[in-house]
């Protein structure tokens, strides 16, 4: 138990509810699995008894349609007046004179032709009591016995002339010569005494044998395994046929008496290795009876255990995917805090999760997104701070240098320049002059896009003045924007390092290009776009941009100590999430950086 214990305090939570849904559920659907064995176990042995009466039923109805065949060519021979008027007559030796008697004088051809249609009927005699000579027909090279005289003492005769006029049933083994002198196949056997109309004088002996391969076939039919089998009774209980491989001891017991036969119709007989089910249409008809293997309480339990186990499988299995789907529901926001609280610990400060429920889960969710803005707000502040520092010491470091003495000793050279004829240089001194106005003067953090736009073409100016064959530089500002307030140096440093990175070194014709345009969406925005056809730069050489230390970073920069990675920082300050910095960039073909703010417009002093 302590190691269950053990197993179960490993487990994440998406298996403990797996684990505790098949907990509750399985001893539910084994009470369930129980009730349908015990339901299934009933019904097997309704189904199975129900299916045997029906085959039994089946069984007799269609022997029935043979016996009923039989039985009315016997009724029509006995109340045939040209039959009865032969056997009444009392001129024998004048009738025994015609050969052709019976086909002459009675309607025999009648007679064959409907044995002919059934088929299965494959003898008749008729032994006349008043010395006519009898009629014996055989279609199966069976031959009867000549005359009535030998069958008198037969058994047949005996039975036949008990019952007065009754019809009997007899099974005729083939090769037995009872009332047949050559019998060729087994026989089901009718016979009768035939009688006047008024049943007082016997007239005669009927006997009709049919093929006992049609009964066979019939009960062959019946019969669905090699343990079963089937035993038709005539009327007084005795064997008429038998077909199957059951036990011999079964046909014994049925046949001693009838004691095992109830009142009614139909029935079952229990016995210790079989069952039978019997049906008899009505009191004078055959006995039908289907022996059948009993089947034992294991082999039913057997039967009646396969399908719920089945359905307890599936059912089982089938509930898993719905138990892990339910289990990710539930587990889905656990996964996500998990998540947002390693990428948090790792100092990503903008993770949020999303909360879509009020339950306790969604609260979590709640508590941890109000704890990361609350931390990040405490960073923020951090940083600003130390960025005002910064922007201290920059201060610090533009005070180190007299603007009003660097601005008056470049005035000097410049006049000095005119004066010595060279405009070119003088217009240059100028430019170097204004650059340092704009980037040291008034220390102001926010400008507008114009004088952004005054700065780096001053700045593009005084390049131009170094790289003048190679350099070329165009400068597409939309003048919408010109009044629009940015960050000082946003756009410069990027143009420096196009210069630096991208010229400096190339021995080919390389052009600038610098745009602002406005966006409109759900806000008014702006874009810079500062494109170059330099050498271009590696996916290494963009990320060295990103991850240059503070100690080297400042040493790389030439304008007001601002490198790329610092643009990036007092966007993020300014603007928080609402902008847009991308640098795409590919060896050989030049850098495209793109940035995209808000628009803020001028403030009316």
Same mark, same amino acid.
């Given at each position: 138990?302590?190691?269950?214990?053990?197993?179960?305090?490993?487990?994440?939570?998406?298996?403990?509810?797996?684990?505790?849904?098949?907990?509750?559920?399985?001893?539910?659907?084994?009470?369930?699995?129980?009730?349908?064995?015990?339901?299934?176990?009933?019904?097997?042995?309704?189904?199975?008894?129900?299916?045997?009466?029906?085959?039994?039923?089946?069984? +007799?109805?269609?022997?029935?349609?043979?016996?009923?065949?039989?039985?009315?060519?016997?009724? *029509?021979?006995?109340?045939?007046?040209?039959?009865? !008027?032969?056997?009444?007559?009392?001129?024998?030796?004048?009738?025994?004179?015609?050969?052709?008697?019976?086909?002459?004088?009675?309607?025999?051809?009648?007679?064959?032709?409907?044995?002919?249609?059934?088929?299965?009927?494959?003898?008749?005699?008729? *032994? =006349?009591?008043?010395?006519?000579? =009898?009629?014996?027909?055989?279609?199966?090279?069976?031959?009867?016995?000549?005359?009535?005289?030998?069958?008198?003492?037969?058994?047949?005769?005996?039975?036949?002339?008990?019952?007065?006029?009754?019809?009997?049933?007899?099974?005729?083994?083939?090769?037995?010569?009872?009332?047949?002198?050559?019998?060729?196949?087994?026989?089901?056997?009718?016979?009768?005494?035939? #009688?006047?109309?008024?049943?007082?004088?016997?007239?005669?002996?009927?006997?009709?044998?049919?093929?006992?391969?049609?009964? *066979?076939?019939?009960?062959?039919?019946?019969?669905?395994?090699?343990?079963?089998?089937?035993?038709?009774?005539?009327?007084?209980?005795?064997?008429?046929? @038998?077909?199957?491989?059951?036990? !011999?001891?079964?046909?014994?017991?049925?046949?001693?008496?009838?004691?095992?036969?109830?009142?009614?119709?139909?029935?079952?007989?229990?016995?210790?290795? *079989?069952?039978?089910?019997?049906?008899?249409? @009505?009191?004078?008809?055959?006995?039908?009876?289907?022996?059948?293997?009993?089947?034992?309480?294991?082999?039913?339990?057997?039967?009646?255990?396969?399908?719920?186990?089945?359905?307890?499988?599936?059912?089982?299995?089938?509930?898993?995917?719905?138990?892990?789907?339910?289990?990710?529901?539930?587990?889905?926001?656990?996964?996500?805090?998990?998540?947002?609280?390693?990428?948090?610990?790792?100092?990503? #400060?903008?993770?949020?999760?999303?909360?879509?429920?009020?339950?306790?889960?969604?609260?979590?969710?709640?508590?941890?997104?109000?704890?990361?803005?609350?931390?990040?707000?405490?960073?923020?502040?951090?940083?600003?701070?130390?960025?005002?520092?910064?922007?201290?010491?920059?201060?610090?470091?533009?005070?180190?240098?007299?603007?009003?003495?660097?601005?008056?000793?470049?005035?000097?050279?410049?006049?000095?320049?005119?004066?010595?004829?060279? @405009?070119?240089?003088?217009?240059?001194?100028?430019?170097?002059?204004?650059?340092?106005?704009?980037?040291?003067?008034?220390?102001?953090?926010?400008?507008?896009?114009?004088?952004?736009?005054?700065?780096?073409?001053?700045?593009?100016?005084?390049?131009?003045?170094?790289?003048?064959?190679?350099?070329?530089?165009?400068?597409?500002?939309?003048?919408?924007?010109?009044?629009?307030?940015?960050?000082?140096?946003?756009?410069?440093?990027?143009? +420096?390092?196009?210069?630096?990175?991208?010229?400096?070194?190339?021995?080919?014709?390389?052009?600038?290009?610098?745009?602002?345009?406005?966006?409109?969406?759900?806000?008014?925005?702006?874009?810079?776009?500062?494109?170059?056809?330099?050498?271009?730069?590696?996916?290494?050489?963009?990320?060295?941009?990103?991850?240059?230390?503070?100690?080297?970073?400042?040493?790389?920069?030439?304008?007001?100590?601002?490198?790329?990675?610092?643009?990036?920082?007092?966007?993020?300050?300014?603007?928080?999430?609402?902008?847009?910095?991308?640098?795409?960039?590919?060896?050989?073909?030049?850098?495209?950086?793109?940035?995209?703010?808000?628009?803020?417009?001028?403030?009316?002093?």
């Amino acid at each position: 138990m302590k190691h269950v214990k053990t197993i179960m305090n490993h487990m994440n939570i998406r298996k403990k509810l797996v684990f505790y849904s098949y907990l509750v559920i399985t001893p539910i659907l084994l009470i369930i699995s129980v009730l349908l064995v015990v339901r299934n176990y009933d019904q097997t042995q309704r189904t199975r008894y129900i299916a045997q009466e029906q085959t039994v039923q089946s069984l +007799e109805d269609s022997i029935e349609v043979l016996r009923n065949d039989m039985q009315n060519i016997c009724t *029509y021979l006995c109340v045939n007046e040209d039959i009865i !008027r032969i056997l009444k007559s009392t001129n024998s030796e004048e009738l025994n004179k015609n050969f052709q008697l019976w086909l002459d004088e009675a309607p025999m051809n009648i007679v064959l032709d409907m044995i002919a249609l059934k088929g299965y009927i494959k003898t008749i005699a008729i *032994y =006349p009591e008043n010395g006519v000579n =009898p009629y014996l027909r055989c279609l199966d090279s069976s031959s009867y016995v000549s005359d009535i005289e030998s069958l008198r003492n037969s058994e047949m005769y005996q039975s036949a002339v008990e019952v007065k006029g009754a019809v009997l049933w007899q099974f005729a083994k083939k090769d037995t010569k009872s009332i047949y002198q050559a019998n060729r196949s087994d026989k089901i056997v009718l016979y009768r005494e035939i #009688f006047d109309l008024a049943k007082k004088k016997k007239l005669g002996f009927l006997v009709i044998g049919a093929s006992s391969d049609k009964f *066979y076939e019939l009960c062959k039919n019946a019969v669905q395994t090699k343990e079963e089998g089937v035993l038709i009774l005539n009327p007084d209980g005795e064997e008429l046929l @038998e077909y199957g491989n059951h036990d !011999r001891g079964v046909t014994t017991f049925l046949t001693k008496d009838l004691s095992w036969k109830k009142k009614g119709l139909k029935g079952v007989v229990e016995l210790p290795d *079989y069952t039978v089910l019997w049906a008899q249409k @009505e009191k004078n008809n055959f006995i039908f009876c289907k022996v059948v293997p009993r089947i034992g309480f294991n082999d039913l339990l057997r039967q009646s255990v396969s399908t719920p186990l089945i359905l307890l499988a599936v059912l089982l299995i089938g509930l898993c995917p719905i138990f892990i789907f339910i289990s990710n529901v539930i587990t889905k926001p656990l996964n996500q805090l998990t998540v947002a609280m390693g990428k948090f610990r790792k100092g990503d #400060f903008t993770q949020k999760i999303p909360v879509n429920t009020q339950d306790e889960l969604g609260v979590v969710a709640e508590c941890f997104n109000i704890m990361v803005e609350d931390i990040k707000t405490l960073i923020d502040t951090n940083y600003v701070m130390a960025l005002h520092e910064k922007e201290s010491e920059l201060n610090a470091l533009q005070a180190q240098i007299n603007p009003h003495f660097l601005y008056n000793t470049l005035d000097a050279l410049y006049w000095r320049a005119i004066d010595c004829d060279n @405009e070119e240089i003088g217009e240059d001194i100028l430019a170097l002059s204004n650059l340092f106005r704009l980037v040291l003067g008034q220390g102001k953090g926010i400008i507008t896009v114009k004088e952004e736009e005054n700065l780096i073409e001053t700045y593009l100016h005084i390049q131009k003045m170094r790289f003048s064959k190679k350099l070329d530089y165009q400068i597409c500002i939309d003048p919408n924007i010109e009044n629009a307030l940015i960050p000082k140096l946003i756009l410069q440093p990027f143009i +420096e390092n196009a210069i630096v990175h991208g010229f400096e070194n190339s021995g080919t014709k390389c052009m600038l290009t610098v745009e602002g345009v406005m966006i409109e969406k759900e806000k008014v925005y702006i874009e810079f776009r500062i494109c170059d056809t330099g050498k271009g730069m590696s996916k290494e050489q963009l990320n060295e941009i990103w991850n240059v230390e503070d100690s080297k970073r400042y040493a790389s920069q030439r304008i007001g100590h601002y490198a790329i990675k610092n643009v990036r920082e007092r966007l993020e300050l300014k603007y928080r999430e609402d902008f847009s910095f991308q640098i795409k960039s590919e060896v050989g073909k030049g850098t495209t950086v793109s940035i995209i703010i808000p628009y803020e417009g001028k403030e009316v002093d």
